[in-house]
C-alpha cells in the first residue's frame, strides 16, 4: 500500500528500480542535487541507506525535514568518521588517493539532526569486522555475534556504521516532550 518514489543518479539503476517496482515514481536526479524531488510535509518515510554521499551533506538534514510530514521517519546508516574502521579506511585512502566513504563524524550528523527538529528512535552501531560490503566469508556471522554479545552496538559514537531511525518532530511538539531539565522524556 505504500506509494513510493526512488531517486537514483544513474539511469541504469533507476530502470532497473522501476522493472522491479512498476508501480514506483523512479525519478532521476543530478549528481551535484541539493534537493529531494518532494513537496513539503508529504513523505511518511525516507530512508537513505547506503547513499554516504547524500546524508553526510549539509543540505540532506533540512531537506529531510523539509519532506517529511509531522511525525514521518528517516531511517539511514551513517558511516562514521570517528570510528576505528574510518581511520584504517583514511590511511589506506593516502595510497590510493580516493577518501570517499567516511565524511564526517556520527556524533556531529546527530546533533545537526536533533538542532533540525528531530527525535531518535533507535540507534545502533555495527560492521566492527574487517569485512567489504561485498564479503560473503564465513567469518562475519561470527563477527556480527560478537558485536552483540560484547554490547557494541551499543556505542554509536565510534562504531563503524550506524543505523538510525529518527521521527520528524514539530517544535510545539518537541517543546512539550520535554521535562524540567530540557532533556526528552
Given at each position: 500500500?505504500?506509494?513510493l518514489i526512488c531517486t537514483e543518479i544513474y539511469p541504469e539503476n533507476l530502470a532497473i528500480c522501476q522493472s522491479r517496482l512498476p508501480s514506483a515514481k523512479?525519478?532521476?536526479v543530478e549528481r551535484d542535487s541539493q534537493a529531494l524531488p518532494c513537496d513539503s510535509s508529504t513523505i511518511g518515510l525516507l530512508m537513505c541507506i547506503e547513499v554516504n554521499p547524500v546524508i553526510h551533506t549539509d543540505w540532506?538534514?533540512?531537506e529531510a525535514f523539509r519532506v517529511l510530514c509531522d511525525g514521518g521517519l528517516l531511517v539511514g546508516v551513517f558511516l562514521n568518521?570517528?570510528?576505528v574502521r574510518a581511520l584504517i579506511h583514511r590511511l589506506s585512502a593516502l595510497q590510493s588517493g580516493e577518501d570517499r566513504q567516511y565524511y564526517l563524524a556520527y556524533s556531529e550528523w546527530k546533533s545537526k539532526l536533533r538542532r533540525q527538529g528531530f527525535h531518535f528512535i533507535?540507534?545502533?552501531g555495527f560492521c566492527w569486522g574487517p569485512?567489504?560490503?561485498q564479503s560473503n566469508s564465513k567469518w562475519v556471522p561470527i563477527f556480527a555475534e560478537m558485536e552483540?554479545?560484547?554490547g557494541l552496538r551499543k556505542l554509536p559514537a565510534v562504531s563503524p556504521?550506524?543505523?538510525v531511525i529518527a521521527k520528524k518532530v514539530v517544535r510545539d511538539s518537541l517543546n512539550a516532550s520535554l521535562d524540567d531539565d530540557g532533556q526528552e522524556s
Open positions: 500500500g505504500w506509494n523512479c525519478v532521476l540532506f538534514i533540512s568518521k570517528a570510528s533507535s540507534e545502533e569485512f567489504s560490503r552483540r554479545r560484547l556504521w550506524v543505523a
